[in-house]
């Protein structure tokens, strides 16, 4: 098979002459059309009621011919990917598709989504969901190619193994709806069920920024808990059209095609697509006419998000990019960025030039406002990669309590002679003091959490929410202090050998039993979880990091107690040889 001499900016979708092949950015500022996403049919701050509208329940028509027609006011000839142009109707007659795959001899390129097999949705429509979404959202034709092959070898693979509706259906579960989709998971970690069904005004996240005040009568816990929300989340993926699936899949490819260095902050390109999902499902989007300029949504979109990650790391000198003199603690790197979309209180932050903060406007309304943002004022650090010896207290904090606190309280019981008293008749210790003097091992293990966790506080930004549980770790660390190690004074003051008082015994006593309850403490629980589990946390707001950066397996009882026993012995076995 051959292919004849062709023009190389042949373009298979549109007239040629009509549509010159953009070379550069300076090409594309030679659109007459307005480079926005906002309708010129459209009101000035209309409002999208999401009540009025029940985004499951739209099914294009016919889906054959509308958008061949749309906004361009004329026919699409089908692209090479296409199969037997001439099946559709309504074909512009100076079509001339490059392959004519109904002739003979010629191989199918999706054997396995063929009509024989009752798929739910024919190439012609999938194609034309492409051509759609391309219209609407100014996505580059070339690109919107490369998606349209790109989901047919993905509906085509798995078509060749089970049905072409499960093929469909498993594809939207591992991109968009699915248990294990990133998506999905960026979705409730961010609290975006809240945002959508009951108001960004009553996010609890939001909330907390003390900026909005609460409107409308309030809703029930059920409401707001995360079991409901992911019901109602099953029940609108179930209920979901296979046009409806196939037009979120193709909407997220042709937004990860053009993403650039933005495919490295994945939850950000989530909530783009999140975006663009709720404007195409608003009527404002369905009943515009016009369409945008190719290369729009690179422009608005993605142009600015890569200039500022270009410019953490690179700056202009004699008209050259070169590489800037900065540590990593200096440069908001893709980490810092991608973690703005984690939390409500990062979403947030995302303001425009005009200072209106994004959460403010209603969902459907939110992408239309992406070349307006100021992302220099969203993003932040949120951690400091600072190299630095700090870090033996905080990563190995919990090692160090164990050697050195154990190492204490051995040590400190067996030396009476170290803190006996002066004088002349050399008296030793009481046993009130042998006990206080141990117990300060607990004394030891508080201040080196003390250290580890001051050490923590200048790798953490502090307008970051993450100090707060670091905050209420100090302060429950600094009245640990004080308990383990007053008493020892007031043994030290007031106890005789000669005395036959019990009470500075009792003193001793309870202080060194507190003092091994909470060295045992700090050397077993994970210090990241005291004060706010953010590992088993139940909480809404500790989700994101049981999502992002804790998602691993749980180990089951018997692999759990024989990870603890080893352990135990390793550490029983150490201490016990160090007597």
Not at 502 to 516: A, C, H, R, T, Y
Request: proline share 5%; with cysteine; aromatic share 12%.
């Amino acid at each position: 098979m051959s292919r004849g001499p062709q023009h190389p900016y042949q373009d298979p979708f549109s007239n040629p002459a009509a549509h010159p092949r953009l070379d550069s950015e300076s090409d594309m500022e030679h659109y007459d059309r307005r480079d926005t996403y906002q309708s010129e049919n459209s009101a000035a701050g209309a409002n999208y009621d999401p009540n009025s509208y029940d985004p499951y329940s739209h099914r294009r028509g016919d889906t054959d011919t509308e958008s061949e027609q749309d906004g361009y006011n004329r026919h699409y000839a089908p692209s090479a990917e296409s199969l037997n142009p001439g099946f559709r109707s309504g074909l512009s007659d100076i079509s001339n598709p490059t392959i004519d795959y109904g002739a003979a001899g010629v191989r199918e390129p999706y054997p396995a989504w063929t009509s024989e097999r009752q798929i739910p949705l024919s190439k012609e429509e999938i194609e034309d969901i492409f051509l759609d979404l391309t219209q609407k959202f100014g996505f580059q034709r070339d690109s919107m190619r490369n998606m349209f092959d790109f989901l047919m070898q993905l509906l085509d693979s798995r078509a060749s193994r089970m049905s072409p509706n499960q093929a469909l259906l498993t594809l939207h579960a591992d991109y968009i709806g699915g248990q294990h989709a990133n998506y999905r998971k960026w979705y409730f970690a961010a609290q975006l069920d809240l945002d959508d069904a009951i108001g960004q005004v009553q996010n609890p996240g939001l909330q907390r920024l003390k900026s909005v005040k609460k409107k409308g009568a309030a809703k029930s816990g059920a409401e707001k808990s995360l079991d409901s929300a992911l019901a109602r989340w099953r029940q609108a993926m179930n209920n979901m059209s296979q046009y409806d699936r196939l037009r979120q899949i193709a909407l997220f490819l042709l937004c990860w095609g053009e993403a650039a260095q933005v495919r490295f902050v994945p939850e950000c390109l989530c909530f783009i697509f999140k975006c663009a999902d709720d404007y195409y499902r608003s009527p404002e989007c369905q009943n515009r006419v016009e369409a945008v300029p190719e290369g729009l949504y690179l422009r608005a979109v993605i142009k600015p998000l890569y200039r500022f990650i270009r410019d953490q790391g690179y700056e202009v000198q004699d008209g050259k990019f070169v590489r800037r003199e900065k540590d990593h603690n200096e440069i908001i790197g893709y980490d810092d960025i991608n973690q703005l979309f984690w939390y409500p209180e990062g979403i947030a932050r995302i303001v425009m030039h005009d200072k209106t903060r994004l959460v403010d406007i209603p969902p459907a309304q939110r992408f239309m406002k992406f070349d307006r943002i100021e992302w220099n004022r969203a993003f932040f650090k949120t951690y400091y990669e600072k190299r630095s010896a700090a870090h033996l207290l905080v990563n190995f904090n919990r090692v160090w309590v164990i050697h050195v606190a154990v190492f204490w309280f051995y040590t400190a019981y067996n030396s009476p002679g170290i803190y006996r008293r002066g004088g002349v008749d050399h008296l030793p210790p009481s046993n009130a003091m042998r006990w206080s003097a141990a117990a300060l091992g607990g004394t030891v293990a508080t201040v080196i959490m003390i250290a580890a966790t001051l050490a923590e506080f200048s790798y953490i930004p502090t307008t970051w929410n993450n100090t707060s549980h670091l905050t209420r770790r100090l302060l429950f660390l600094l009245v640990s202090l004080a308990v383990t190690a007053a008493p020892t004074f007031y043994i030290a003051l007031t106890d005789d050998p000669k005395s036959k008082s019990n009470i500075p015994l009792i003193v001793g006593l309870v202080q060194f039993f507190i003092s091994v309850f909470l060295t045992l403490l700090f050397a077993i629980v994970p210090s990241g979880r005291m004060f706010g589990d953010r590992v088993a946390g139940k909480s809404r707001k500790y989700l994101a990091s049981q999502t992002f950066t804790a998602s691993y397996p749980d180990l089951d009882r018997k692999a759990r107690i024989a990870s603890v026993m080893l352990w135990v012995l390793i550490f029983g076995c150490k201490l016990n040889l160090s007597q």
